[in-house]
């Protein structure tokens, strides 16, 4: 790799320490920039094409990049302090939309390897991102209304019947926690890792599992049963968890819970971890890493689609209302 002389240097440590949300050290803003590459595009180019390869991460520098998906999609876009293709390379899967300059564009270009070698290398910092792309998806969610985004959940009879009978084995540790989504990809040896260091805790009908404030530096999955979470100050939001899932998703992963009231709907067990084992776990294991990414990427790939989707149903006008209705006729002039 070619020597970057000591202006470039600092200018792309400034961009990185200054723009990025995730404010990188300076010792991960000095590595990151040895992997670098400058790259320019005009007004039309085709930046990256949907169904390539997910290999490289691309910070704007300068410039406006839209991002289209299916036709039936709502454009991304996307300015200056803004990564793209990180979710489809987090989310390890082909890119799901094709990238197209607006404008000139600058960008600065990081392949795949030396993004993961950069995680891998700075674990603390990690931590840190796990922990800025928790707010970020926490904000996301109350900006969203009431329902946060999130499914709405129900017991199947089979589950419910599970809810009473529960024991908190091994093995159904290992089922519950293999089916969330921030936990999907990573190997079996940090699952089975984190289900030996999780906490087990029992709630029956109606029984607060968790005050606000009462979540600590810790997430919840849930093994059986289902619970109700509910955000009781402004702006409100409420939603319900059930077998498999991280009660609040990734926004979780930034302490979200600790300002919501957990109640148990049915007879309830979950498996609390806390921050600090998930950070062990991940030490001997970077697939966890790399599944957490994973896992957010795509929540908030969901989240982006929900909001577009009910930003364009508010913009069509109900039948018969004043948008649609005839206009009196003129009278000639």
């Keep these: 790799m070619p020597e970057i002389d000591r202006a470039t240097r600092v200018k792309r440590e400034l961009f990185l320490r200054v723009l990025l949300p995730t404010k990188p050290p300076p010792a991960v803003a000095r590595q990151l920039v040895t992997l670098m590459v400058d790259r320019r595009y005009e007004a039309g180019d085709i930046i990256y094409e949907k169904g390539g390869q997910a290999d490289t991460v691309y910070f704007i520098v300068e410039g406006e990049v839209e991002l289209i998906g299916e036709e039936s999609d709502e454009p991304w876009r996307f300015g200056a302090g803004s990564i793209i293709g990180v979710i489809d390379m987090n989310a390890q899967r082909p890119r799901a939309r094709t990238a197209t300059a607006l404008g000139p564009v600058d960008m600065l270009v990081v392949s795949r390897e030396g993004w993961y070698e950069v995680f891998e290398d700075n674990l603390e910092y990690s931590s840190q991102v796990r922990t800025v792309q928790g707010k970020a998806l926490h904000q996301f969610r109350l900006e969203l209304g009431a329902d ?186």
């Design 148 to 333: 946060g985004g999130f499914d709405r959940r129900h017991l199947t009879p089979e589950q419910a019947l599970e809810a009473a009978v529960v024991e908190g084995t091994m093995v159904e540790r290992l089922v519950a926690l293999r089916a969330a989504l921030h936990l999907e990809t990573t190997s079996v040896q940090s699952i089975a890792e984190l289900a030996k260091r999780a906490e087990l805790l029992r709630a029956s009908r109606g029984d607060i599992v968790l005050s606000p404030g009462g979540a600590g530096n810790a997430i919840y999955f849930v093994l059986a049963g289902l619970v109700d979470v509910e955000r009781r100050v402004a702006p409100p939001l409420a939603a319900a968890f059930g077998p498999g899932d991280l009660v609040l998703g990734g926004a979780a992963f930034a302490g979200g819970l600790n300002e919501y009231a957990v109640t148990a709907r049915s007879d309830a067990t979950l498996l609390r971890l806390n921050f600090s084992d998930i950070d062990d776990v991940a030490e001997d294991h970077f697939e966890l890493v790399r599944a957490m990414l994973r896992g957010v990427a795509l929540e908030r790939e969901t989240l982006m689609g929900i909001r577009a989707r009910r930003q364009k149903k508010a913009s069509i006008p109900p039948p018969n209302s004043r948008e649609t209705a005839p206009e009196p006729a003129k009278r000639a002039g």
